[in-house]
């Protein structure tokens, strides 16, 4: 909103217009990708008390066994090394980008999107 009120005073403004610019292909390679996540269903999610890293590691693993390797999510651990609580999850017919959600919410984490990759990253304190 600030980049387009400098644009609105000063619309030949180059370093907001290429701001802008980088923000909207930034959004676009996210969108890009959560609807890739979107798309993938995994036929089952059954983790029984697995650290939260293995379980976006298993997650990226099944996405790749689902789509017979032409897929690959690539997960970044931003999150301390030992951060998120132990998971236990059992799902069905689900999207990855809602094992995605699950994973965060029951690991006190969360993910955001990236160009080629979901960033795990500690969860917001209140």
Known sequence: ???EAVL???PGNKSAQTYLK???EKTEANTVLQNQMRTIVLPTVNLQDVAAR??????SQQVEKQ???KNHLNVVWLAPAQAGNRITLNLQN???SEVLVYLAGLGDLRVSYDRNAIKV???LTQ
């Open 1 to 3: 909103m600030l980049l």
């Open 8 to 10: 609105a005073e000063d």
């Open 22 to 24: 980088r923000l909207a």
């Open 54 to 59: 293995e379980a976006f590691l298993y997650v």
């Open 67 to 69: 789509t017979g390797g």
């Open 94 to 96: 689900i999207p990855v």
């Open 121 to 123: 990253l500690p969860a």
